[in-house]
């Protein structure tokens, strides 16, 4: 049986830029829009045109630049707030309208104080108002995570005989276990006679950190587009991490997966975004945190440098990470120490190393890490007391 691709529905410009401090200006988004068309995503949701008239100008813009990449703008399911984003969108080569409206009894009664039958006929008719205006419309079923699974069937039947061809079921709170969610894409798979006329999107955020899990369930469950961002930024905390999904599928071959993405350009996109949007990336963050590739402990070093598939499942180079790193600290061990010895250009022998570890040790223990200055301290000192013996 062939693969099946997933595709990759980067949100970093909409959902990523929501977040207080990462908000950008249109050369930045468009710099990022060409960036994420070069790293391989298969649409890019640019922006909320209605949202402001930076945003529109936003999104104009890079419907304008990107070539063959997919151009989504968000809506509410207001008739304005739609044909403002076709509006945007009309120079896209492929055009994407995103619109929808909150399906549990969370939102259709605080939000909306409304009626499950009342959303049905709104929903519907936000797609067919976006159908006129473009051929590819995505509805999404805001807060289905929290959604009773009958009526979040009923409301995916209806809106893709209204015409869309992609319905997004949003775990917009994050409150979904893994199989919870899983379970939610295959009872539509199973319940909405018409789903084959439609991809079934994951949207998950990671409330309880379970964002990553939740997508790849729910393609497991017959989902076909992943929505995410890079270094999962979002909304509180954050939206599915697209580096995490695509190595997952990469790393998982058995689960029958792939993507379009190019793994090695991952940590300089995550580099950019980072610096672009101000918002600094967690040192232990998968796939692209300063430590994911760093060994500190001496059993971890030990292994790493007899074999580095002891301790690493993905090597750096696949996903343009700068290089595994032995990093030295008071739980280091002999191996790591003569290894960064002989990367100055130190050759010690294992007597010399047992004498050197003892005073490295001294050292580390007054440092969160001993670094190559120190290291060249230590040799000095020793050579030198070699020298005069
Ligand atoms: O989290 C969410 O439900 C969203 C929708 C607007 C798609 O971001
Ligand atoms: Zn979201």
């Not at 030990?302 to 032995?326: H, Q, R």
């Not at 050197?356 to 670094?371: I, S």
Request: one cysteine or more.
């Amino acid at each position: 049986m062939s693969d099946k691709k997933i595709y990759i529905f980067d949100t970093t410009l909409r959902d990523g830029e929501q977040v207080p401090g990462c908000k950008l200006n249109t050369t930045e988004k468009v710099e990022l829009a060409q960036q994420l068309e070069a790293l391989g995503v298969d649409i890019i949701e640019a922006g909320f045109p209605i949202s402001s008239p930076g945003d529109f100008h936003s999104v104009e813009e890079i419907a304008k630049i990107v070539k063959d990449v997919t151009v989504c703008g968000l809506t509410r399911a207001v008739q304005k707030d739609i044909e403002v984003a076709a509006e945007a969108l009309r120079h896209a080569k492929r055009p994407r309208i995103h619109t929808g409206i909150g399906t549990s009894d969370f939102h259709i009664k605080s939000k909306f104080n409304s009626t499950r039958e009342e959303i049905l006929q709104r929903a519907v008719q936000a797609v067919k108002w976006a159908r006129n205006l473009v051929d590819d419309v995505e509805f999404f079923a805001e807060d289905a995570g929290r959604t009773d699974n009958e009526y979040l069937a009923r409301v995916v039947e209806a809106v893709i005989a209204a015409g869309a061809t992609v319905v997004n079921i949003p775990d917009t709170t994050g409150y979904c276990l893994p199989d919870q969610y899983g379970e939610k894409i295959a009872y539509l798979v199973n319940n909405v006679k018409n789903v084959d006329k439609a991809i079934l999107s994951c949207h998950c955020h990671n409330d309880l950190g379970l964002a990553t899990a939740n997508s790849i369930a729910g393609i497991r469950g017959g989902a076909r587009q992943i929505e995410c961002t890079i270094n999962g930024l979002g909304e509180r905390a954050g939206n599915t991490s697209l580096e995490e999904v695509v190595m997952v599928i990469k790393q998982h071959k058995q689960l029958g997966f792939y993507t379009n993405i190019k793994a090695e350009k991952l940590n300089p996109i995550s580099r950019l975004v980072s610096d672009t949007m101000r918002m600094p990336v967690q040192p232990n963050k998968a796939i692209v945190g300063a430590n994911a590739f760093s060994h500190s402990s001496g059993i971890h070093q030990d292994g790493f440098l007899k074999d580095a598939s002891t301790y690493e499942i993905i090597n750096p180079d696949e996903v343009g990470a700068d290089g595994s790193k032995i990093v030295l600290t008071a739980r280091s061990g002999r191996s790591a120490l003569a290894f960064r010895f002989q990367k100055l250009g130190y050759s010690f022998t294992r007597n010399d190393i047992d004498v050197l570890y003892e005073r490295f040790l001294k050292v580390a223990d007054t440092k969160k890490e001993v670094m190559e200055a120190d290291l060249n301290e230590l040799a000095k000192a020793y050579n030198a007391a070699a020298v005069t013996a």
